[in-house]
């Protein structure tokens, strides 16, 4: 998909006095947030305090109470969720019956992505070793790392990655976060969620976090971290 913005920047994404309440209990109220530059964003706040529940609200499987957001400059809609976003979900969407390489090729049919970016994704992430391996037989390092994958061969320009550095081994680890800081220099935009502080640090320096049922965005600088900036805002 084609997103062009006529004399000026594209608002990546804009959240606009966004309410929404989960069995009567407020997880956002007037919540506002403007993403105008790629790059990484890191998610940051407790469980529970709707990291999840705003990329499926962005995803479109919740629907938000009030509010208008915007995604490429333009309303969330199926279709334009569709074309602008791709959303790593939590390791229940795999099929523990079907091979690495057979949900590679779902996920490839279904946006018409060529055969050879499905095998460079899979190197990237090192998936090539486990690629006709059935999914039931995965340690969760290699669930995560197919989940990411998968994600990554969507070529959309927003990415929602939810906790992607969950029960990963050190060199997964490491292969997840330099495939997350190669899709921000290519220009993407990556909005990642985790409790891993450290490794937030690694990959960006610029913060939204969900706290009084808002979204606020901060820019770290050198000498500021992850975790004194949690420290600060939820201890």
Do not use: W
Not at 111 to 137: C, N
Not at 185 to 206: C, F, M, P, Y
């Amino acid at each position: 998909a084609c997103f062009i913005a006529i004399g000026g920047m594209v608002m990546i994404l804009e959240i606009n006095d966004l309410s929404f309440q989960f069995r009567k209990q407020p997880i956002f109220t007037h919540a506002n947030l403007q993403i105008v530059q790629p790059g990484i964003y890191a998610f940051v706040a407790p469980n529970g305090s709707g990291k999840t529940t705003l990329f499926n609200i962005l995803t479109g499987s919740l629907r938000a109470d009030t509010g208008r957001i915007t995604v490429m400059d333009q309303a969330l809609s199926p279709a334009n969720i569709y074309a602008a976003i791709a959303y790593m979900q939590d390791i229940s969407v795999l099929y523990p019956y079907l091979t690495a390489r057979e949900h590679l090729q779902l996920i490839a049919q279904l946006h018409q992505v060529p055969a050879e970016h499905v095998t460079a994704v899979a190197e990237s992430l090192q998936v090539t070793d486990f690629l006709d391996k059935k999914v039931r037989k995965y340690s969760l390092g290699m669930r995560q790392r197919l989940l990411v994958a998968m994600t990554f061969l969507v070529d959309a320009p927003i990415i929602l990655l939810d906790e992607p550095l969950n029960g990963l081994d050190p060199v997964s680890l490491k292969t997840v976060r330099q495939a997350i800081i190669a899709a921000g220099q290519a220009g993407k935009t990556v909005i990642v969620s985790s409790h891993n502080l450290d490794e937030v640090d690694r990959i960006t320096k610029v913060i939204v976090a969900i706290q009084k049922q808002q979204l606020q965005l901060t820019r770290l600088t050198d000498a500021e971290s992850a975790e004194q900036l949690y420290t600060t805002l939820f201890e």
